[in-house]
């Protein structure tokens, strides 16, 4: 948790998504290959990585037909450079994630695959409705699947070297894939990223979590027919930890003069602390009693209080579910997003709370004067690099009681004006 303040508008990246892509290792084990961003650059550099490719177990044959037709894509190191460059606020996001048609798309759905998502479910124990809202979120119920080949898209993110080591190790896992047989080169197609199939799974986690729901043969994510990639998702999750018969999370009333200092992952409590410090459900009534509440953890379980607008917008309790969620994706906006969705879905409410639709987000530029002016207050203990995480929702937090604001720790233009 603790990145729900901005989303990358290429969110597609999947749970294998990359495991947040800004946080692994960029340049370990990289080649002395020049990389002049062309096509004849990712030639030499494939001629230098098929030796570690074959050290890894790739076969020369399978190496020879599994690169064969890789080209340079200048177009995914455009999109891959514009994640950081390009943001929106959370509301903005879940207007599209979660939109009238979204929900009516996944009511649809549910009657369509409701067997096999009850089969699902009942095998690994993950609400259908949430596997649902997964899928509805990666490829719009399996309509934008994405058409780029996904071997030339990491080997092009592989040569770049920006993140080199970990699409290099994607790159060697889909090698490993198409030496098993599983798809053929020319199907195996997906975001640019590399993310592939109905839920958008990364090679390395197809190799790990993928399960033919059949029994027989191997995981098919890539075929019209989602039962493989849906029960692929469901499998994921299960593996995250996803506790059977619990939900996510829950919108929640603050009373007023509430601590705002207290939100945020690292400051789970039990459901009966919450309750006593007056946070309720939207309606008012107490915690866990009524409508909703039947769903919430039971009276012992831990809760953390999430505040992914500051506190001018909806605040919500989010449970251990929330976590395997953000395993799948680690932007909070997007667990929120496929929760919610999962609720809408399956009848729920929309949020009560209004977002404050006034503000804008940061950009990248701002973001980072932000942090060098709280590194020069003495608050923030990391780099001015813009990427907004514990470190800098802290040293906001910090400079918010210094100088009496509500301590939310919501980077807002506001606060940038207030540090100038």
């Known amino acids: 948790m603790g990145r729900w303040w901005v989303v990358a508008l290429a969110l597609c990246v999947a749970p294998a998504h990359a495991q947040e892509l800004d946080e692994v290792e960029l340049n370990a084990g990289a080649s002395d290959v020049i990389e002049d961003g062309s096509e004849a650059g990712l030639q030499a550099w494939i001629t230098d990585f098929r030796g570690r490719a074959l050290a890894a177990g ?60 009850d089969q699902i479910e009942a095998r690994y124990g993950v609400d259908k409705h949430v596997v649902l809202a997964i899928w509805g ?19 092009t993110l592989a040569y770049d070297t920006r993140r080199g ?23 195996m197609v997906g975001s640019w ?34 039962s ?34 207290l939100a945020g992952d690292r400051t789970a409590k039990p459901m009966s602390v919450w309750g006593q410090m007056g946070v309720s459900l939207p309606d008012g009534s107490a915690l866990p009693e009524g409508g909703w509440a039947a769903l919430l953890l039971p009276e012992g379980g831990w809760a953390a209080l999430l505040l992914p607008a500051g506190a001018r917008g909806p605040a919500f309790l989010v449970y251990d ?7 799948y994706n680690k932007a909070d906006s997007y667990v929120i997003a496929v929760g919610h969705l999962a609720d809408r879905i399956a009848g729920g409410p929309a949020f009560q709370a209004s977002w404050p639709h006034d503000l804008r987000a940061l950009t990248l530029e701002e973001r980072r004067e932000m942090q060098s002016l709280l590194l020069a207050r003495g608050v923030y203990a990391g780099t001015a690099d813009g990427k907004i995480g514990p470190l800098t929702v802290a040293a906001v937090k910090a400079f918010q009681r210094r100088n009496a604001m509500v301590p939310d720790g919501y980077p807002s233009l506001e606060i940038l004006q207030a540090l100038r």
Not at 145 to 153: L, P
Not at 165 to 187: K, N, R, T
Not at 198 to 220: E, I, N, R
Not at 236 to 253: H, M, S
Request: hydrophobic share 45%; charged share 25%; proline share 4%.
């Open 58 to 117: 790739i076969s020369s044959a399978s190496f020879e037909a599994g690169m064969a037709g890789v080209h340079f894509l200048p177009s995914v190191i455009e999109r891959d450079r514009k994640q950081d460059e390009f943001t929106k606020t959370i509301w903005d996001y879940l207007d599209k994630a979660v939109s009238e048609d979204r929900i009516a798309a996944g009511q649809k759905a549910l009657k369509a695959h409701g067997p096999l998502l």
């Open 137 to 155: 979120l990666e490829s719009a119920y399996g309509l934008v699947r994405g058409d780029i080949d996904t071997r030339s898209a990491l080997a």
């Open 165 to 187: 080591a970990f699409f290099e190790a994607e790159l060697i896992a889909a090698l490993q894939i198409l030496q098993s047989g599983a798809v053929q080169p020319a199907d």
């Open 193 to 226: 990223a590399g993310a592939m199939g109905h839920t958008q799974f990364m090679p390395s986690s197809y190799l790990k979590l993928a399960v033919a729901f059949d029994g027989t043969g191997k995981p098919d994510i890539w075929r019209d027919d989602p």
């Open 228 to 261: 493989d990639a849906l029960a692929s998702a469901a499998a994921y999750l299960a593996n995250a930890g996803w506790k059977k018969a619990e939900r996510w999370g829950d919108e929640v009333r603050l009373p007023a003069g509430f601590d705002y200092g």
């Open 321 to 327: 579910n929330f976590a395997a969620i953000e395993a």
